[in-house]
Nanobody
Framework: QLQLVESGGGLVQPGGSLRLSCAASGFTLDYYTIGWFRQAPGKEREGVSCISYSDDSTLYADSVKGRFTISRDNAKNTVYLQMNSLKPEDTAVYYC???????????????????????WGQGTLVTVSS
């Protein structure tokens, strides 16, 4: 059974930081590209960041570049999303998703937006508000 579990969400003031974790069970992340997606109330799911299976290359949405950092720890079978300088518009449920042997890119984001990845976590809520 392939499972992903997100954690680390919560309430934070604008300008604050959070670190999200995505832990895998039932498979190892070595050969999977892992992405973070988010969905705000009334809006479609969008890609936030991605780290590729093959070379750990990364991709970020324009809205989070310079503020968010994605990383992988294969020994812990976990992917992280460090979120700094948070803004109210970052408020959303954040999901991690896994796809085997597909590098990050526009097509990966499109698959994620359609919910078509191999595995998904249940989501963790990030609320940025004063």
């Amino acid at each position: 059974q392939l499972q992903l579990v997100e954690s680390g969400g919560g309430l934070v003031q604008p300008g604050g930081s959070l670190r999200l974790s995505c832990a895998a069970s039932g498979f190892t992340l070595d050969y999977y590209t892992i992405g973070w997606f988010r969905q705000a109330p009334g809006k479609e799911r969008e890609g936030v960041s991605c780290i590729s299976y093959s070379d750990d290359s990364t991709l970020y949405a324009d809205s989070v570049k310079g503020r968010f950092t994605i990383s992988r720890d294969n020994a812990k079978n976990t992917v992280y999303l460090q979120m700094n300088s948070l803004k109210p518009e970052d408020t959303a449920v954040y999901y991690c998703g896994a796809e085997r042997r597909l590098q990050c890119g526009t097509y990966y984001y499109h698959l994620g937006a359609r919910g078509a990845l191999d595995a998904w976590g249940q989501g963790t809520l990030v609320t940025v508000s004063s």
